[in-house]
């Protein structure tokens, strides 16, 4: 368990708030109660003998506390203002640390887009097919391992070529970007500040997958989204490329997880897309095909 200063230098503050408060509020709201001290004499030698005596405890107990009431207030008042300079002391001395600390882990990712290095590659391919067992249900023997990466790293080169010869006009293409320890597979980069830049994500799926997986896969773009955003002070468009065999797709079962996804309203609408395509079509797709299909002008 993590004991937090910052709660409690704020609750110090607060209780000198209340201390201060209390120190010249009580003193008005006694003072503006009579306590029957301009009840006429008449009236009190009127009273029974009990009444009368009550009477007089009464106003000798309000006497005591009017003399003591100036000392009550300046205490108070003295008290309440040291809590509250102590808490705000230590309150600001946490705080410049905290801010310190923000402050450096923002000039740390903002370091962090570059390249990914080959190894960073390797390990999130090796992710990446630990995910498929979950999309697929299903287990990868240890000699498909291999060829199964020799196919994906197939189709994210495909991928890649195609976004490359359609955009390299107006974006700069970038892959395998790393952003505060999320690797990008491909960045469109506005060449000019009005130009978004666009996340795309690109996903092989050899056997299909389900609703579990497609809303993980979405989720994790809008997060390289929100930290891509903190960094370049730019905020991006996603898109999650889902590429499938032709063999296994079926569309009316795809749509209706990508119809689900949409309901949640997790992203937003028009600006953080899921796309599928099967291989197949990748393979042939053109730029105006590809524009058309993934809805990047």
């Not at 009273?47 to 000798?60: E, F, G, M, P």
């Not at 080169?157 to 955009?167: C, P, Q, R």
């Amino acid at each position: 368990m993590k004991f937090e200063f910052g709660d409690l230098y704020k609750f110090t503050v607060s209780l000198g708030v209340v201390i201060v408060i209390l120190s010249t509020l009580a003193p008005w709201l006694f003072l503006k109660e009579p306590f029957d001290l301009y009840r006429p004499e008449t009236e009190i030698k009127a009273l029974s003998d009990t009444a009368k005596a009550v009477v007089a405890k009464r106003q000798n107990a309000v006497s005591f506390i009017v003399e003591f009431i100036p000392w009550f207030s300046s205490i108070g008042f003295i008290f309440g203002s040291i809590f509250i300079y102590l808490g705000l002391k230590n309150w600001h001395s946490n705080q410049i640390h905290i801010d310190e600390q923000t402050r450096l882990d923002v000039e740390i990712k903002k370091q962090s887009l570059r390249k990914a290095t080959k190894d960073e590659i390797e390990e999130k391919e090796a992710v990446e097919y630990e995910d498929y067992k979950v999309a697929e249900e299903s287990d990868l023997e240890a000699h498909l391992v291999s060829s199964l990466r020799r196919q994906y790293s197939k189709i994210e080169d495909l991928a890649y070529m195609k976004f490359s010869e359609t955009y390299k006009d107006k974006y700069e293409v970038l892959r395998n970007m790393m952003v505060a320890g999320v690797e990008l597979d491909i960045l469109l980069k506005g060449k000019n500040i009005f130009t978004k830049d666009h996340i795309i994500e690109v996903k092989y799926i050899r056997k299909g997958f389900n609703f579990g997986w497609l809303r993980e896969a979405y989720l994790k773009n809008i997060y390289a989204k929100s930290v891509y955003s903190q960094i370049t002070n730019r905020l991006p468009n996603t898109l999650l490329l889902i590429v499938i065999n032709s063999d296994v797709y079926n569309e009316e079962k795809y749509d209706r997880l990508l119809k689900k996804l949409r309901n949640e309203q997790a992203g937003r609408k028009e600006k953080d897309l899921v796309r599928m395509i099967t291989k197949e079509d990748l393979a042939i797709l053109d730029s105006t095909k590809l524009q058309e299909t993934v809805a990047i002008s």
